[in-house]
């Protein structure tokens, strides 16, 4: 696994940073659309590390972040562009780099951004963990081995600026995106390197206990009401209870007065019961469309058939996509799909670009 972080942190590679970085002053950095932890620990983790150096920053999600994980320093550097698109679009012309963190397509920016984004000549240095990365970025540093963004951007913070840079309020939102990422080192962390960037993150003086507190122990009383509600009343089984579906619909979502973040986690809960290996939440939005997240056990590999059915793709046992259809054929559809994919005579899935 060191030959492939050589190999993504190749010389060539550090010294065009170091080129790109030259004489720079005004920095944006961009994460995907519905920031998880590591997408708003990595963002906020380079933006404290740039600012330390002498650089203005702003650190710009499609959609709002949620509490839970929008509250390590240097939250003041981050905009939504949904609510504050006046406030980026003033700022990103001035700005003479782009980091896009912890996605690999501008697709991953959802078209309002995107489209913006595109119009613009900075160059663009990518940071992610996600496979198959489109190569229309100026420089890539991409490792799908890696449990997140966090794990690879520290590895690339050791090695272009070194330990010293890796300042408490530069390592906290890093752990916290690695943590929340592997699920508290319950998954996606087969590698022993991320136990080591964990370690070094926590002698650099993060406080393990209060990240921990801040996302699992801080979520609202609707927010929890929500998931036991959807657990308990919006949850079928099917294929011998081998999958779990729940349904997020846009009147649940009014009645517990839903929050950007209130369904974080929730996909992941049922695959603590035995029998189950597979589970999706649908997310009815107000567009009309239909978000699918999907995570699975180690038995089945599902990015390849989120990218070829659902519009999307992610990593082999966490990934997601779009329906573009109603929340009841959206239902239909999906336990169709999941039901001929755990068949005996399965359907077959090709490799695919993921989201």
């Given at each position: 696994?060191?030959?492939?972080?050589?190999?993504?942190?190749?010389?060539?590679?550090?010294?065009?940073?170091?080129?790109?970085?030259?004489?720079?002053?005004?920095?944006?950095?961009?994460?995907?659309?519905?920031?998880?932890?590591?997408?708003?620990?990595?963002?906020?983790?380079?933006?404290?590390?740039?600012?330390?150096?002498?650089?203005?920053?702003?650190?710009?999600?499609?959609?709002?972040?949620?509490?839970?994980?929008?509250?390590?320093?240097?939250?003041?550097?981050?905009?939504?562009?949904?609510?504050?698109?006046?406030?980026?679009?003033?700022?990103?012309?001035?700005?003479?780099?782009?980091?896009?963190?912890?996605?690999?397509?501008?697709?991953?920016?959802?078209?309002?951004?995107?489209?913006?984004?595109?119009?613009?000549?900075?160059?663009?240095?990518?940071?992610?963990?996600?496979?198959?990365?489109?190569?229309?970025?100026?420089?890539?540093?991409?490792?799908?081995?890696?449990?997140?963004?966090?794990?690879?951007?520290?590895?690339?913070?050791?090695?272009?600026?070194?330990?010293?840079?890796?300042?408490?309020?530069?390592?906290?939102?890093?752990?916290?995106?690695?943590?929340?990422d592997t699920g508290s080192f319950s998954y996606s962390c087969s590698r022993g390197?991320?136990?080591?960037?964990?370690?070094?993150?926590?002698?650099?003086?993060?406080d393990v206990p209060n990240i921990q507190s801040h996302v699992y122990n801080s979520?609202?009383?609707?927010?929890?009401?929500?998931?036991?509600?959807?657990?308990?009343?919006?949850?079928?089984?099917?294929?011998?209870?081998?999958?779990?579906?729940?349904?997020?619909?846009?009147?649940?979502?009014?009645?517990?007065?839903?929050?950007?973040?209130?369904?974080?986690?929730?996909?992941?809960?049922?695959?603590?019961?035995?029998?189950?290996?597979?589970?999706?939440?649908?997310?009815?939005?107000?567009?009309?469309?239909?978000?699918?997240?999907?995570?699975?056990?180690?038995?089945?590999?599902?990015?390849?058939?989120?990218?070829?059915?659902?519009?999307?793709?992610?990593?082999?046992?966490?990934?997601?996509?779009?329906?573009?259809?109603?929340?009841?054929?959206?239902?239909?559809?999906?336990?169709?799909?999941?039901?001929?994919?755990?068949?005996?005579?399965?359907?077959?899935?090709?490799?695919?670009?993921?989201?």
């Amino acid at each position: 696994m060191m030959d492939t972080l050589n190999s993504v942190l190749a010389p060539s590679s550090l010294a065009r940073l170091r080129r790109l970085l030259d004489g720079v002053q005004r920095v944006a950095i961009f994460c995907h659309a519905r920031p998880d932890g590591d997408a708003i620990g990595s963002s906020l983790g380079l933006a404290n590390l740039l600012v330390a150096q002498g650089c203005t920053v702003m650190c710009v999600a499609p959609n709002l972040a949620p509490e839970h994980i929008a509250w390590p320093e240097g939250h003041e550097w981050l905009y939504c562009y949904e609510s504050e698109s006046a406030d980026v679009r003033a700022f990103l012309p001035t700005c003479e780099l782009f980091f896009c963190l912890d996605f690999n397509n501008l697709a991953r920016l959802d078209e309002p951004l995107m489209l913006y984004l595109e119009t613009l000549p900075q160059p663009r240095v990518m940071i992610d963990h996600h496979p198959y990365p489109d190569l229309d970025f100026d420089l890539l540093f991409s490792m799908p081995e890696a449990s997140s963004t966090c794990e690879l951007l520290t590895e690339l913070i050791l090695r272009f600026w070194g330990r010293e840079a890796l300042t408490k309020r530069v390592a906290t939102p890093l752990y916290m995106g690695l943590m929340t990422d592997t699920g508290s080192f319950s998954y996606s962390c087969s590698r022993g390197r991320t136990f080591e960037i964990a370690g070094i993150l926590v002698d650099q003086g993060v406080d393990v206990p209060n990240i921990q507190s801040h996302v699992y122990n801080s979520r609202s009383f609707d927010s929890v009401m929500l998931q036991s509600f959807l657990l308990l009343r919006k949850t079928n089984f099917f294929a011998g209870k081998r999958v779990a579906l729940i349904k997020l619909s846009q009147a649940t979502q009014n009645e517990y007065y839903y929050q950007p973040g209130d369904s974080e986690g929730l996909v992941n809960l049922p695959l603590s019961i035995a029998e189950v290996e597979i589970s999706i939440l649908l997310t009815e939005r107000v567009n009309g469309t239909v978000r699918v997240s999907v995570r699975s056990t180690r038995a089945h590999t599902i990015n390849h058939l989120m990218s070829r059915y659902f519009n999307g793709g992610g990593h082999p046992q966490a990934a997601g996509g779009t329906l573009r259809m109603s929340m009841h054929q959206a239902i239909n559809f999906t336990q169709e799909i999941f039901e001929q994919f755990l068949s005996p005579k399965q359907l077959v899935v090709e490799e695919g670009r993921g989201e």
